[in-house]
């Protein structure tokens, strides 16, 4: 059975850096796509970061996000440095199909997804 356990959503200031974490059991991070994706309430979940073979960012996360991963741990992180309010958001780790070169951003096209981290930037 494939667990993804999300952790490191805080409330920070704008200007302000978290490190989110999501650690696998049931699956090895490095031998399928895995992902950050968030939700706004009312929107459907969209792709921060990929990691497959390459790294993939959204616009927004670009220059400021940071997606790794540890496989003697079995974790993926996202460093998110220069928050601000429109980061607001439910966090979630996504992990699907076997590892492409380049892991897509759409929700469809993963299939375990951990119980979500809460990310508030304050103004």
């Known amino acids: 059975q494939v667990q993804l356990m999300e952790s490191g959503g805080d409330s920070v200031q704008t200007g302000g850096s978290l490190r989110l974490s999501c650690t696998a059991s049931?699956?090895?991070?490095?031998?399928?796509?895995m992902a950050w994706f968030r939700q706004f309430p009312g929107k459907e979940r969209e792709g921060v970061a990929t990691?497959?073979?390459?790294?993939r960012y959204a616009d927004s996360a670009k220059g400021r996000f940071t997606i790794s991963r540890d496989d003697a741990k079995n974790t993926l992180y996202l460093q998110m440095n220069s928050l601000n309010p429109e980061d607001t958001s439910m966090y979630y780790c996504?992990?699907?199909?076997?590892?492409?070169?380049?892991?897509?951003?759409?929700?469809?096209?993963?299939?375990?997804w951990g119980q979500g981290t809460q990310v508030t930037v304050s103004s």
């Open positions: 049931g699956v090895a991070s490095n031998t399928v796509c």
């Open positions: 990691f497959g073979v390459m790294t």
């Open positions: 996504a992990a699907g199909r076997p590892r492409l070169w380049s892991c897509p951003f759409t929700a469809r096209d993963y299939t375990y």
